[in-house]
């Protein structure tokens, strides 16, 4: 029988052998390879200088190789990711036990129901992980798809926060964005004739603890997607961890702009909790320049009310901080606005300012991303971070366990060189 290792070497060896050619026939190849660099900063009284000093530096190596075939109505699809990572954030849970948010760690496959990853190295520290996040078989018919395998799906309507969406959603401050994490589900649309369509997924996962396959550890979801004149609506029914999860949403076209938003309602074990997101986004042109924004309100009320973020008060709220260590939510407030803003400066460099508001504290983190197309195959990502606010606010800093240190940064730079094959 072969083994979770040799498996992944042996795709990794076949897709690199067939990567030099594009496309042949039924297959197609590609994949890419990124380096990245990231530096944060702490000040004085931060928990984080007690460990690292003045700042932290993340060194991180991705190479991903794909590979798709078809023929007829099946496919095939397997995506190889190697990642090196020398990371100083590494060590945040090693060097500062008791943390009540989670810190950053290696990507594994300890909840997922097949084991396809393979680790090398120091967690603390240094690593190189060997991956399958994609590795999958589908069968399209004129009306209906079928996907079971390690895939990536996306729901929902928020644009920076996103509720609906609880298979590894991105942080609203992520700035690579490309590739979500695969989970291991079967997944199936149907088509109806009036352009109307039902989707359903069934993730199995496994007990992290355990590693015993459970239903209270998996997700079984129902989407239906429709159509009124121009504008979209999205009902969702799903049993997640346990709880259960009506949504409702969709999009509104409003003249030039585009509005929309969903509104969900979750019960746990504890409580029944309601999420709501809303935007409104725009597109014009300025001075010449094509510039599209966007503002968006989020209620998470999984999270802490009036700013309370101290030791006691989190550990009080399981439902939160067990979404915060699954990575279905990134904030600890209530009550958030965010407004967005891209601007086309040529057709090759873009600039886009964020800026991420807790209402409750006040404390936000503001940002600028810059893209730029520096080849055809080639593309610099740079993102400037700064949270601002006072210490015990979310971004300037909620207590650490250490008495009179906090969690805080002053802030971040991401660089990130991307080239595609």
Not at 36 to 55: C, I, K, N, Q, V
Not at 326 to 352: C, F, K, N, Q
Request: proline share 4%; hydrophobic share 45%.
């Amino acid at each position: 029988m072969i083994n979770r290792s040799s498996l992944i070497f042996f795709l990794c060896a076949a897709l690199a052998t067939h990567g030099a050619e594009a496309q042949h026939g039924a297959a197609d190849f590609g994949g890419h390879v990124k380096s990245r660099a990231e530096s944060t900063l702490y000040p004085a009284d931060s928990a984080f200088r007690d460990a690292f000093g003045r700042r932290a530096d993340d060194l991180g190596l991705e190479l991903r190789l794909k590979a798709a075939f078809r023929q007829g109505r099946w496919g095939f699809a397997a995506d190889y990711q190697g990642i090196a990572l020398n990371a100083d954030s590494l060590a945040h849970a090693g060097d500062l036990p008791g943390l009540p948010l989670p810190a950053l760690q290696v990507i594994d496959d300890r909840r997922r129901w097949w084991d396809l990853t393979y680790t090398v190295g120091d967690p603390d520290g240094a690593v190189v992980v060997h991956r399958l996040d994609r590795l999958n078989v589908s069968w399209t018919g004129a009306r209906t798809v079928w996907r079971f395998g390690r895939q990536a799906i996306s729901w929902g309507n928020g644009l920076l926060f996103n509720p609906v969406d609880v298979f590894n959603p991105f942080d609203p401050a992520a700035v690579d964005t490309e590739y979500k994490p695969g989970d291991d589900m079967l997944y199936g649309q149907y088509l109806f004739t009036n352009g109307d369509d039902l989707q359903g997924v069934a993730v199995v996962r496994r007990d992290p603890l355990t590693g015993d396959v459970e239903s209270g550890q998996s997700s079984l979801a129902l989407k239906y997607h429709g159509f009124v004149g121009m504008n979209e609506f999205d009902l969702l029914a799903a049993s997640h961890y346990d709880d259960t999860i009506i949504a409702a949403g969709g999009t509104l076209t409003l003249g030039g702009a585009v509005a929309r938003g969903d509104v969900t309602w979750t019960r746990t074990a504890r409580a029944d909790v309601f999420q709501a997101v809303a935007s409104l986004g725009y597109s014009w042109v300025w001075g010449g320049r094509n510039v599209s924004g966007l503002i968006e309100l989020y209620r998470n009320g999984f999270g802490q009310p009036g700013g309370a973020y101290g030791l006691n008060e989190l550990a009080a709220n399981p439902d939160l901080l067990a979404r915060l260590a699954r990575g279905e939510l990134y904030t600890i407030g209530r009550d958030y606005a965010a407004a967005s803003m891209t601007v086309e400066l040529t057709p090759l460099l873009r600039l886009t300012p964020n800026l991420f508001v807790n209402l409750d504290d006040p404390s936000a983190l503001a940002q600028v991303v810059v893209q730029y197309d520096w080849r055809q195959n080639l593309q610099l990502l740079a993102a400037l971070n700064a949270p601002l606010g006072a210490e015990g606010s979310e971004y300037g800093g909620i207590e650490a366990p250490v008495e009179g240190r906090y969690l805080s940064t002053r802030g971040g730079l991401f660089i990130q060189l991307a080239a595609y094959f």
